[in-house]
C-alpha cells in the first residue's frame, strides 16, 4: 500500500532512536481516523508536515514559463493595482467608492491575490499557493496549526504526533524558547501542545528545498505532556 510523504521517512527516524513498529499495521482506510503507524507495544503514529506548497521546488509555475516580456508586465500591473489598494487610490465620493472605483478595486484585488498571494483584508498575510511569486512565511505559527488540525481528527488521546518542519520555523521556535520568559507567544505555544490529546509531539527538521529527509541524525525534538501533574517536558533526540 502505497505511503504517504514522510511516513517512513518518520518511522526510519523513529527506529534508529529505538522505537519498534507493529509491521502487520497500516492505514487501509477500513475505519475512520485511522493513523498512519503503530507502536509494537502500543498506541499509534500520525506523521504530518507544516503546510507549505511543495510544487514551489519541485516544478516551474505558469508564471516562470512566461516570456520575460510577459512577466515584465504582469509585474508592473501586479504592482500598480498593489500601490492603489494601498493608497486606496480609487475614484469616490463621500459615500464610498464610485461604480468605476469599485470595478477597478475588485480587479485589483484579483491581480494581487493571483501574483503576489495576498489577501487584500489582510495586506499581512501573504498564501504560497496558486500564484506567481509565492513566498514561505516561517513561524511557529506554522506547527500550531498543524497540531490544532491534526488534534480535530486524532482525539481520543492513543496517538502521537510526528511533524517534519522547516529549518527556518525550527529557527523561530528556538528563539521563541530563548524568550520564553517575556515573549507572550511562548505561552500560546505551550499551551496548544499542552491542551491537545497528543502526550507526545515530535519535531523534526527535513529539507525542504530538496525534499529530502536526515534519516541517521535529524534534528528531533519532543515534547511530553505529563497528564498527571499537567507539566510539559522538552529534549533533544
Known amino acids: 500500500m502505497k505511503k504517504k510523504q514522510g511516513e517512513q521517512e518518520a518511522k ?72 492603489r489598494i494601498t493608497k486606496n487610490d480609487y475614484p469616490q465620493t463621500l459615500d464610498g467608492l464610485t461604480d468605476e472605483g469599485l470595478k477597478q478595486f475588485k480587479k485589483d484585488t484579483k491581480i494581487v491575490r493571483n501574483h503576489f498571494g495576498i489577501d487584500v483584508s489582510d495586506l499581512t498575510k501573504r498564501s504560497e499557493f496558486n500564484c506567481d511569486s509565492p513566498i514561505i512565511e516561517s513561524s511557529t505559527d506554522n506547527i500550531i496549526r498543524e497540531i490544532r488540525e491534526k488534534a480535530q481528527k486524532y482525539s481520543k488521546g492513543d496517538t502521537d504526533l510526528f511533524i517534519f518542519i522547516l529549518e527556518d520555523e525550527y529557527e523561530c521556535l528556538c528563539d521563541l524558547l530563548k524568550t520564553r520568559n517575556w515573549n507572550s507567544c511562548y505561552d500560546s505555544f505551550m499551551n496548544a501542545v499542552m491542551t491537545s490529546p497528543f502526550n507526545v509531539v515530535y519535531l523534526c527538521v527535513w529539507d525542504f528545498e530538496a525534499q529530502t529527509y536526515n534519516i541517521e541524525n535529524p534534528i528531533l525534538l519532543k515534547f511530553e505532556t505529563f497528564s498527571d501533574d499537567n507539566k510539559l517536558s522538552l529534549s533533544q533526540l
Request: with cysteine; net charge negative; aromatic share 10%.
Open 12 to 83: 526510519q527516524i523513529l527506529e534508529v532512536k529505538g522505537f519498534v513498529f507493529d509491521s502487520s499495521y497500516c492505514d487501509d482506510n477500513s475505519k475512520s481516523s485511522m493513523p498512519d503507524l503503530k507502536f509494537k507495544n502500543g498506541g499509534y503514529l500520525e506523521v504530518t508536515h507544516t503546510l507549505h506548497n511543495n510544487a514551489i521546488v519541485r516544478s516551474t509555475n505558469k508564471f516562470h514559463q512566461k516570456s520575460i516580456k510577459e512577466q515584465l508586465q504582469i509585474m508592473t500591473d501586479a504592482k500598480e493595482a498593489y500601490d
